[in-house]
């Protein structure tokens, strides 16, 4: 599979899951560095051996090249699924001391469990607290609400919706917050890298992005963000101009007539030719 990618693109280990609970991880993950592809690893080291880690540490120059390196730590509440043994212990101090470069060390729970936090307050490295992520309203999280969906255009910061995930079976998802497995592009196991950027759910995603309210799982993720009035207005904080851009809104939707009088006796004098009403006119305010 990886065969039929461009060269430049991006070969990231991570995705839903632990990598290397997959027992071909690592001589996938080698492969793909030995193809010439920048590769990024996302770990617990759930799965991993000292001796695969050894392997990897040597053959991929991380932090070079694209190559990036990011570890998932265990909190001390236990949320994480982590076997925490001395195998594991071993491991982590190896990595820490390595002398690799980890782009990051990261946990999700309140505090890093003892015998981590240990290992690390020895080292250069500060782990950062990342909250836990509802994965676009696909997981409920325990005392956080679901999130709010959004209106208005959207575009996406981290993907752009090229961000896919392909799953062991071939099957090809829209990105990683798509676990309900609703949004599949096709499967690269059959298919090839050009049919699933020309395919048709990836055609409807972007168009429903681009519109005000179609349902999509981009309106409830985090990693979305608004790109005209409908909802610059809801991110906006109540005042002045949050009620002058309400208006705008209001005249745009219900009042035509009103709306392009206004528009005339403005700084932008002058004949409105365009007919329909469109939001991308509404930018244009
Ligand atoms: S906005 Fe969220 S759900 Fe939509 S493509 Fe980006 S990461 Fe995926």
């Known amino acids: 599979m990886i065969d039929k990618f461009p060269r ?11 990598p290397f609970l997959n027992t071909e991880a690592v001589e996938m993950l080698l492969y793909a560095h030995r193809m010439g592809h920048p590769v990024c690893l996302y770990t617990t080291l759930m799965g991993l051996t000292l001796n695969d880690l050894k392997k990897i540490l040597t053959t991929i ?7 990036t390196l990011v570890v998932h730590l265990p909190s001390d509440n236990g949320e994480e699924h982590f076997i925490i043994n001395d195998e594991y212990l071993k491991m982590l101090e190896f990595l820490v001391f390595s002398g690799v470069k980890i782009n990051d060390f990261h946990y999700h729970g309140k505090k890093l469990e003892a015998r981590v936090a240990e290992i690390l ?13 509802p994965r676009a309203g696909n997981i409920q999280i325990k005392g956080m609400a679901a999130p709010k969906k959004k209106r208005g255009k959207l575009a996406c ?6 961000g896919f995930v392909v799953l062991p079976d071939g099957t090809t998802l829209m990105c990683c917050m798509d676990y309900g497995l ?15 950027l020309n395919n048709e759910v990836y055609r409807e995603v972007k168009r429903k992005m681009k519109s005000n ?3 999509i799982i981009c309106r409830c993720c985090h990693f979305s963000y608004a790109i005209n009035g409908l909802g610059k207005f809801d991110e906006m904080k109540w005042g002045k ?3 002058i851009l309400g208006l705008k809104l209001l ?24 007919r329909q009403k469109t939001d991308d006119e509404f930018l244009r305010l």
């Open 8 to 18: 430049e693109v991006v070969i990231d280990f991570a995705g839903m899951s632990e």
């Open 61 to 67: 120059p991380f932090g070079k090249k694209k190559n």
């Open 121 to 133: 307050e020895r080292s250069k490295y500060k782990p950062i607290y990342c909250p836990p992520m």
């Open 157 to 162: 910061q981290i993907f752009d919706g090229k």
């Open 182 to 196: 609703d949004y599949v592009m096709g499967n690269l196991d059959r298919d090839t890298f050009e049919n699933v």
């Open 213 to 215: 309210y179609e349902d």
């Open 241 to 243: 101009k949050k009620i």
């Open 251 to 274: 005249m745009f939707n219900h009042c035509g007539i009103l709306y392009r009088w206004l528009r005339r006796i403005g700084r932008e004098v002058g004949i409105l030719e365009r």
